[in-house]
């Protein structure tokens, strides 16, 4: 079964720094673009940052300079390191990618990992 699994989120202090996972798992040839989302209680979900196959970034302009996304190819693992957090950055982030295997191309959201960032 073709799946992400997101783990790293927790409960930090602002100005603290977490850094998110995100696997991807099954019957898969490779990853091609990756990217993460937050959703925070009472808003839309939002990109929040976004890698393509060759490694070309884009971050939304809240997280710029603070949160820096990354990927292993190799092993088919993506990352979200997560610094300088805020309260506002208190959301589920959820990984999403498009996902290469046998029978194509599919995007796919992992479950979501809960970060708290108190005050």
């Known amino acids: 079964q073709v799946q992400l699994v997101e783990s790293g989120g927790g409960l930090v202090q602002a100005g603290g720094s977490l850094r998110l996972s995100c696997a991807a798992s099954g019957s898969i040839f490779s990853i091609n673009a990756m990217g993460w989302y937050r959703q925070a209680p009472g808003k839309q979900r939002e990109r929040v940052a976004a890698?393509?196959?060759?490694?070309?970034?884009n971050y939304a302009d809240s997280v710029k300079g603070r949160f820096t996304i990354s990927r292993d190819n190799a092993k088919n693992l993506g990352y979200l390191q997560m610094n300088s957090l805020k309260p506002e950055d208190t959301a589920i982030y959820y990984c999403?990618?498009?996902?290469?295997?046998?029978?194509?191309?599919?995007?796919?959201w992992g479950q979501g990992t809960q970060v708290t960032v108190s005050s």
């Open positions: 999403n990618a498009k996902l290469v295997h046998i029978g194509g191309i599919y995007e796919y």
């Open positions: 890698i393509t196959s060759g490694g070309s970034t």
